[in-house]
Nanobody
Framework: VQLQASGGGLVQAESSFRLSCSVSRVTFSIQGVSWHRQAPGKQRELVASMNRGGETDYEDSVKGRFTISSDDVRRTFYLQMNDVKPEDTGLYFC??????????WGQGTQVTVSS
């Protein structure tokens, strides 16, 4: 599987925007998708995930502000980010877990939130 993340940039605090991750060359069924971020000087952390059944989970600081979703027709999944804060700044990565395969990471897309 190959992933292509997009949608990052410089944004104002309290604004809204969306990250996209297009998925191609899928070999086996996808068990789950997720978004992760890595802030400067910190470890990469899970931000949001969604399993094959559509169940979602979020890191506490983004609950109620971020939403993970997918469009199976476009083979793309998204991270809708609302009311962003400076602490949301980081390099955002998408990840896909295929059945019987190790997870695949997309390239990071930088999100910088200015106050």
């Amino acid at each position: 599987v190959q992933l292509q993340a997009s949608g990052g940039g410089l944004v104002q605090a309290e604004s809204s925007f969306r990250l996209s991750c297009s998925v191609s060359r899928v070999t086996f069924s996808i068990q789950g998708v997720s978004w992760h971020r890595q802030a400067p000087g910190k470890q990469r952390e899970l931000v949001a995930s969604m399993n094959r059944g559509g169940e979602t989970d979020y890191e506490d600081s983004v609950k109620g502000r971020f939403t993970i979703s997918s469009d199976d027709v476009r083979r793309t999944f998204y991270l809708q980010m609302n009311d962003v804060k400076p602490e949301d700044t980081g390099l955002y990565f998408c990840k896909v877990k295929e059945y019987l395969r190790e997870p695949t990471w997309g390239q990071g897309t930088q999100v910088t939130v200015s106050s």
